[in-house]
């Protein structure tokens, strides 16, 4: 888990110091050459989403089915649906 995290954060990161760079945005610009940065910022995050993909599905192994366990009816799982009621105590006696 801390792994995960720790390559989230790298990943954030990445995106807002390395993605803008590599697309061509600055603070300085504006109008169309900003908005054809955002496209290109928009076409870096979609290939890197693509990459991110085809890496998962070739390194993720498949799990071996698991049998659920099944459990006679007559064992009470205490669930209070199921819990028969108990009954009541008569105060005045």
């Known amino acids: 888990m801390r792994v995960a995290l720790t ?3 790298v ?22 050459e900003f908005s054809d940065g955002v496209a ?3 076409y870096i995050s979609a290939a ?4 991110g ?3 998962s599905w070739v390194t993720i192994r ?3 089915p698991v049998q659920t366990p099944v ?3 007559t064992v009470s799982c205490q669930d209070p649906c199921v819990r028969t009621p108990q009954r009541e105590v008569d105060e005045a006696a």
């Open 7 to 9: 390559l989230a954060g």
């Open 11 to 32: 990943a954030g990161l990445l995106a807002v110091a390395v993605l803008p760079a590599l697309a061509g945005l600055e603070t300085a610009s504006a109008g169309v």
């Open 40 to 42: 290109r910022a928009l």
């Open 48 to 51: 890197l989403a693509v990459v």
């Open 53 to 55: 993909g085809f890496i």
């Open 62 to 64: 498949k799990a071996v």
């Open 71 to 73: 459990q006679p009816l």
